[in-house]
């Protein structure tokens, strides 16, 4: 078992700035990558960024590339999502997610839900315009 509290979320201006955490407890020297979603209402929860623990590689989504960053700190097993020149169109309940295991291919960065095992409560993003 891994649970993830994630923290860091408000409201915000447009071009505002906000860090999300996510600290991981648990089952944490297994995991293999930790990502971040966001689910905005009524829409779907969709893919916004992923990092692995190991080696630090990442992954983003086009929408956010050059504005956000991902990054982990392994010795306190939190990941951080560093959000910069934010719109108001990033609002949503934004969620960490835990994959455990390896892939067949080496060092693939994992986007979709059900590639992850382990999820948290979600912290809102409000950017106002």
């Known amino acids: 078992q891994v649970q993830l509290v994630e923290s860091g979320g408000g409201l915000v201006q447009a071009g505002g700035t906000l860090r999300l955490s996510c600290a991981a407890s648990?089952?944490?020297?297994?995991?293999?990558?930790m990502g971040w979603f966001r689910q905005a209402p009524g829409k779907e929860r969709e893919f916004v960024a992923a990092?692995?623990?190991?080696?630090?590689?990442?992954y983003y989504r086009d929408s956010v590339k050059g504005r956000f960053t991902i990054s982990r700190d392994n010795a306190k097993n939190t990941v951080y999502l560093k959000m910069n020149s934010l719109k108001p169109e990033d609002t949503a309940v934004y969620y960490c997610?835990?994959?455990?295991?390896?892939?067949?291919?080496?060092?693939?960065?994992?986007?979709?839900?059900?590639?992850?095992?382990?999820w948290g409560q979600g912290t809102q993003v409000t950017v106002s315009s």
């Open positions: 997610a835990s994959r455990l295991g390896h892939f067949t291919v080496r060092y693939y960065i994992p986007t979709r839900l059900y590639e992850y095992d382990y």
């Open positions: 648990g089952r944490t020297f297994s995991s293999y990558a």
């Open positions: 990092i692995l623990w190991s080696g630090g590689n990442t």
